[in-house]
């Protein structure tokens, strides 16, 4: 069974080096957050192209745009604002929410909308706490009691847009603080007898159930984001879609008594501003079909709000899926997954075609390796999401790219090496030896250093040959080339020059020290104690090796040195072998 693991594993070597590498880097750049505004964008996209929605059947918005605010004034006064709500609860809404700011009296009528904050219990108004973004608080409205007063705030994230809904926040005291959108969907759910239950608690988070959908508090990591503040009880906004989603009459047209008949009955009623000129906007993932994200639609905050409270009404009523996230995990299973697809198909793709790297290969390459599959990753991970699952796609998509890239990169290295090594002995061949060589002469001439060469010669090989036959040739072949590479330094250079010959170049080596690495040479070549009964000068394996020193100069050519290693080993085979001559 290991036998065919080993086998397994070295048939796709190529992928077992250059995936774990190629996702360790993805993974690493991934907590670093440089992917964040690439997963960012897939979700935006996501978003966007979503099959379209059905207008809000529960929420409808009054609106206050540059029309109305010239006829009024901004602020519009009290006595419009009061009248307003009045018409409105005529026609008997489940809740109103007013998400205007109206922390001063704002004259004529701040008698009369006082009484109206006072006396409508499902009336409910706003303030804005202190957050990450702002120091500065909006204290609620005059008259309005504490119990029916939420908070405004809207998590913003690095880019600008708005992905999370803040639910609740904790105040200072310890008391929990719903967001306007949290209250209006709770009071509204409240009339079909349905309540938050606690389903698990810790001292960090919550899991809410609510009708149908539980609520899973969002945590600083979630989907594609990085250490993202996740302060308060945050979850991920799923849009119901822009303003067109919602049904909206014009402030100027309630007043007016152009209401339509039974508008608000039985539903949520938001009152709030789109006037450009209130600057209340936020940008949203839904852009005007820009592939990349960079043309966001922008929203006017009680849009947001009407966003929020209809995720939250749809997933009680409904079960319509919040947005999820898988566990880190699973997460990290899943860039490692596409890691090794894109290494697998680029391996099987190269074991297919021509070695030759060319830009018709690369091309192919990035067909079949790359963008095939990161079209179906991104196909599964929208499939997952309309179904409520945000999985990550930039991230993966970089290991598929870095691990199909990387494994043409390791094969043409490997191509390299091999061409450069002796198959048996596994230390460099001739070829390698011979550019080798002529550089580090080029060099050393240029530096005007020595350059030393020993010559190697296995004595008396043919015998062994002979006596223990060739697989024992070759195995003590072997041995001698791997005891010469263990027995020089890192920059010296060690080839099998052929047959039984092997050659050592030692660069900024003067002869005395090339000498006597020559003798430590012999000395552990005689230590690995390999018998050879035919051998006339030891009944174990020796070496004979010629050595040869110069300083290369413009007049003496590479080869003479070569000649004279070989005049020196000759030498050391006449004085009787298993010795090293130094010329």
Excluded at 169 to 176: A, L, P
Excluded at 178 to 203: H, S
Excluded at 283 to 303: E, Q
Excluded at 464 to 475: I, W
Aim: hydrophobic fraction near 40%; include cysteine.
């Amino acid at each position: 069974m290991w036998s065919t693991i080993k086998k397994t594993l070295e048939q796709w070597r190529g992928i077992v080096i250059t995936v774990p590498p190629m996702v360790a880097l993805t993974i690493a750049g991934s907590v670093a957050g440089l992917f964040q505004m690439g997963e960012m964008r897939a979700f935006d996209y996501f978003i966007s192209r979503r099959p379209e929605e059905s207008s809000s059947s529960r929420i409808v918005i009054v609106t206050i745009d540059e029309p109305d605010l010239h006829n009024y004034n901004f602020p519009i006064p009290d006595h419009q604002l009061a009248q307003a709500i009045e018409i409105i609860k005529k026609q008997q809404p489940r809740v109103i929410g007013l998400d205007i700011y109206r922390d001063m009296p704002v004259e004529p009528g701040t008698e009369e909308l006082s009484k109206v904050f006072r006396e409508t219990n499902n009336l409910i108004g706003i303030e804005k706490a202190t957050d990450q973004f702002t120091a500065k608080s909006v204290n609620p409205p005059h008259s309005m009691p504490a119990d029916r007063v939420a908070i405004s705030n809207i998590v913003v994230d690095p880019d600008g847009k708005v992905r999370r809904a803040l639910l609740s926040i904790e105040r200072e005291n310890g008391d929990i603080q719903l967001g306007i959108a949290t209250e209006l969907a709770l009071i509204y759910l409240a009339q079909d007898n349905i309540f938050p239950e606690t389903v698990k608690a810790d001292n960090s988070s919550s899991i809410i159930q609510l009708g149908k959908t539980q609520i899973t508090p969002f945590r600083s990591d979630d989907g594609g984001y990085v250490n993202a503040d996740n302060g308060g009880y945050q979850i991920l906004l799923n849009y119901r879609g822009g303003e067109d989603k919602f049904p909206t009459v014009s402030f100027t047209d309630v007043l007016e008594g152009k209401l339509p008949r039974d508008w608000a009955k039985n539903r949520i009623v938001l009152i709030g501003s789109k006037a450009e000129s209130l600057n209340d906007k936020f940008y949203t993932p839904y852009n005007n079909k820009d592939l990349f994200g960079n043309n966001p639609i922008i929203m006017a905050g009680v849009f947001i709000h009407a966003n929020m409270a209809n995720q939250l009404l749809d997933a009680a009523l409904e079960g319509r899926p919040l947005i999820r996230v898988v566990a880190e995990p699973l997460e990290t299973l899943w860039v490692i997954f596409w890691g090794l697809v894109g290494a697998s198909i680029s391996w099987l793709f190269f074991e297919q075609k021509s070695l030759n790297f060319n830009v018709a290969l690369l091309g192919n390459l990035l067909i079949v390796s790359i963008i095939l599959p990161s079209g179906i990753l991104v196909g599964i991970s929208y499939l997952a999401f309309v179904q409520g699952w945000w999985i990550p796609v930039f991230t993966p998509f970089i290991a598929l790219t870095l691990s199909a890239l990387a494994l043409p990169s390791y094969k043409n290295y490997e191509l390299k090496r091999i061409a450069c090594l002796d198959g048996l002995t596994q230390i460099a061949n001739r070829r390698h030896f011979d550019q080798y060589y002529e550089q580090v002469w080029e060099r050393l001439k240029a530096a005007q250093q020595p350059l030393s060469v020993i010559l190697c010669d296995i004595d008396y090989f043919k015998f062994y040959n002979d006596q223990y036959g060739h697989q024992a040739g070759d195995r003590c072949l072997q041995q001698v080339a791997q005891t010469l590479a263990k027995a020089v330094r890192s920059t010296d250079f060690v080839a099998r020059y052929g047959g039984e010959e092997f050659i050592i170049v030692l660069p900024s080596t003067d002869g005395e020290t090339a000498y006597k690495i020559g003798q430590r040479i012999c000395s552990q070549v005689r230590s690995l104690q390999i018998p050879h009964s035919k051998s006339r000068v030891s009944h174990i394996v020796t070496l004979s090796c010629g050595v040869a020193t110069l300083i290369p100069d413009t007049v003496s050519s590479s080869g003479i040195l070569i000649a004279t290693a070989d005049s020196a080993l000759y030498e050391a085979k006449e004085k009787g072998r298993n010795g090293v001559v130094l010329k």
